[in-house]
């Protein structure tokens, strides 16, 4: 990978025309019009990503960015939670200092470099808040190192490349809607070596890997509706999968190991619905949300496009019936979709008591449902 700023910027400038002709106006992924004007926002998105999240990634110097929010939507985001991500390196120490303050979940993930240049590569190692220590206030610190160290501890895998947080709220309204929320978060590497001007070199390096993740999340993307590999996802349209894990899988992936995932697609005419009905395991969260072909949230600033189990009604059983379609049949759970024929249905079932029921799924006329 380079290290000259001009060669890097001459690389940003071809990626981008690929991007054009391989990914944008590829009309084998879209089917609509909407999925070609999402994706030119899309691109920009993903773009601003690899500037704060790369450009401006210094292991030596670094601080927790804000991955995604009501605009910025990449990699499969959720309303109901805020991501913060920091480049770091293996052969340094670092003290990250937080307070839980109305999460419900707070976890720390190490990953190593993705070999085709994604955002975070393998899991090398992961904590969360039911197994480090919290004062009254809230307050913790959370030592990342190779070297064992007093307190809460994470060793730091020689190959490490980055710590991805995940503060989680089950709330009435999701975090991203709701402007009080605010992770108190920072970290501050232990043996930095003193601040120096940026040079060519260190920038170059920097423009490369946001370059390489501008890439791998549009380019590297598969084709829209073809069969996945990926164990939590269905390839039978209108359906999910048996929610899954990755804890004890060995699968080299950046998912969360603490999440049962489970994933589908939708694809429904104007007049039908998709009903999907189960029972939600106990357990600290649970949402399901609706994403477009580009993995981005639908609107959920403006329409109801996810549910938290705080906001899905149940009945006396405790068993819920959530309606996906383009107009709302007066449900209580249901879920828009915004104006797109297909897209993808999202489930995360965060550290379940009992593996979590896979939702039955059936598509319905609209009108049925009135």
């Known amino acids: 990978m380079t290290t000259d700023p001009a060669a890097a910027f001459d690389d940003l400038i071809l990626a981008l025309t690929e991007i054009r002709d391989g990914y944008i106006n590829d009309?084998?992924?879209?089917?609509?019009?909407?999925?070609?004007?999402e994706a030119y926002?899309?691109?920009g998105q993903v773009l601003?990503?690899?500037?704060?999240?790369?450009?401006?990634?210094?292991?030596?110097h670094p601080r927790f960015a804000s991955i995604v929010s009501p605009a910025r939507k990449l990699q499969g985001d959720n309303p109901d939670a805020i991501y913060h991500f920091a480049r770091v390196r293996g052969d340094r120490s670092y003290h990250v200092r937080g307070r839980r303050d109305g999460q419900c979940y707070v976890s720390f993930t190490v990953h190593g470099a993705a070999g085709?240049?994604?955002?975070a590569g393998p899991l090398l190692g992961d904590v969360n808040d039911r197994d480090f220590l919290v004062d009254d206030d809230g307050r913790y610190q959370v030592t990342f190192s190779a070297q064992p160290h007093s307190g809460n501890?994470?060793?730091?895998?020689?190959?490490?490349?980055?710590?991805?947080?995940?503060?989680?709220y089950e709330s009435a309204v999701s975090a991203q809607n709701d402007p009080s929320v605010h992770v108190d978060i920072d970290i501050v590497a232990v043996d930095s070596p003193t601040i120096e001007p940026l040079t060519e070199a260190a920038i170059g390096a920097?423009?490369?890997?946001?370059?390489?993740?501008?890439?791998q999340a549009t380019l590297g993307q598969g084709i829209p509706g073809e069969p996945s590999p990926v164990p939590f996802v269905s390839n039978t349209p209108n359906d999910v999968a048996a929610p899954f894990s990755f804890?004890?899988?060995?699968?080299?992936?950046?998912?969360?190991?603490?999440?049962?995932?489970?994933?589908?697609?939708?694809?429904l005419a104007d007049d039908e619905a998709l009903v999907m009905t189960g029972t939600l395991p106990p357990g600290p969260f649970a949402n399901v949300m609706l994403w477009n072909v580009h993995m981005q949230t639908l609107d959920y600033r403006?329409?109801?496009?996810?549910?938290?189990?705080?906001?899905?009604?149940?009945?006396?059983?405790?068993?819920?019936?959530?309606?996906?379609s383009a107009r709302n049949p007066g449900v209580a759970n249901w879920l828009c979709t915004d104006g797109h024929r297909r897209g993808t249905i999202f489930w995360r079932f965060l550290l379940p008591e009992i593996d979590p029921p896979k939702p039955e799924c059936s598509v319905v006329k609209l009108a049925d449902l009135a």
């Open 302 to 324: 403006n329409l109801p496009t996810a549910l938290n189990k705080a906001q899905i009604a149940t009945d006396d059983d405790g068993r819920y019936q959530i309606v996906i």
């Open 41 to 43: 926002r899309y691109v």
């Open 116 to 119: 085709d240049g994604g955002m």
């Open 206 to 215: 920097r423009m490369a890997e946001g370059v390489a993740f501008l890439r």
């Open 27 to 37: 009309r084998a992924r879209w089917t609509e019009p909407v999925e070609i004007a």
């Open 247 to 267: 804890r004890d899988s060995g699968l080299p992936v950046p998912g969360a190991a603490d999440i049962f995932y489970s994933m589908g697609r939708w694809d």
């Open 153 to 168: 501890w994470v060793e730091l895998h020689p190959d490490a490349h980055s710590i991805v947080v995940r503060s989680y």
């Open 48 to 60: 601003s990503a690899a500037s704060e999240l790369f450009w401006e990634g210094d292991p030596d």
